[in-house]
């Protein structure tokens, strides 16, 4: 029987696992975001790509297997788009468009939910008995401070390493790693906000995309600092919802995964 999975079934299990609300919170909040379908092409979902990006090589990936949609983490369009070039930033969206290819980008949605990306980013550093730093609800929110068993910041980098299979992992301080405070993506200056404000006491800090001025502050605060590549520390989040997703599916449509090792 020929598989007839619609756009708009995808986008209920999608949005039941990260409902767009989350990101609409954090946008009333002052943080800016372009969640949801971006690129509606046609009604179908039967063979669905997940890409942390929409990228080239993502879009060529999605071609070549006749995907007819493909789901994000990143918005697949950030900001208002001014002009179109099949040479410039836009072409993952014209070749996207050209192969009527729909899109759908979760990010601050799936960084914020239960189970989202920045859960399972302090989950995969060891975290226990974690707390949400800024809380959108109980279960729900940005940054997670955890415990971990104690280890050194040689020992906690070379454990990080291992797990999320990159050698680009980034360490400073000497003290020992027993408290963490966990920041998916470019947190770093909610990192810093949150170790002023003394949301956390945590003695170490793990985000992404760290200013030198965050990252001298953060030092002279006395904390160690782990600075993850930014795809890193959000792929691993955003392969296990793929993976849940493709559970929750359970064979109505054809799902496939795209890792850019670019990045790792």
């Known amino acids: 029987m020929k598989n007839t999975f619609k756009l708009k079934e995808l986008l209920a299990v999608l949005e039941d ?3 767009l609300s989350l990101s609409y919170q954090m946008i009333e909040r002052g ?44 918005p697949a369009i ?8 099949v040479n410039g ?22 960084d914020t939910t239960e189970k989202g990306i920045d859960e399972l980013l302090s989950n995969g550093l060891g975290g226990k008995n974690p707390k949400i730093l800024d809380p959108l609800s109980d ?18 980098k070379d454990e990080i390493s291992k797990t999320f ?23 770093a200056s909610l990192a810093l ?21 965050e990252l001298k502050e953060l ?4 904390k160690n600092v782990v600075i993850l590549p930014h795809y890193v520390s959000e792929e691993y989040g955003f392969n296990k919802f793929y993976l849940d997703i493709k559970e929750k599916l359970n064979g109505k449509a054809e799902v496939y995964y795209f890792l850019d090792k670019r990045f790792i």
């Open 165 to 187: 299979g990159t050698d680009k992992v980034i360490a400073y301080g000497d003290g020992e790693v027993k408290k963490i405070a966990s920041f998916c993506g470019g947190g």
């Open 31 to 74: 943080d800016y975001d372009n969640s949801g379908l971006l690129i509606e092409c046609n009604e179908k979902a039967e063979r669905v790509l997940f890409s942390l990006d929409l990228s080239n090589e993502s879009v060529k990936k999605a071609i070549e297997l006749n995907c007819n949609a493909i789901v994000t983490h990143h």
């Open 17 to 19: 696992y990260a409902p």
């Open 193 to 213: 906000d949150a170790v002023a404000s003394g949301k956390t006491d945590a003695d170490t800090i793990i985000t992404s995309d760290i200013a030198h001025h």
């Open 78 to 85: 950030y900001k208002g788009v001014k002009s179109l070039s």
């Open 219 to 222: 030092i002279e605060l006395g």
């Open 89 to 110: 930033q836009t072409k993952p969206v014209i070749d996207a468009v050209k192969n009527n290819i729909n899109v759908i980008s979760m990010h601050l949605n799936l």
């Open 139 to 156: 279960k729900c929110g940005y940054g997670r401070q955890a415990d971990i068993l104690p280890l050194s910041v040689s020992e906690f």
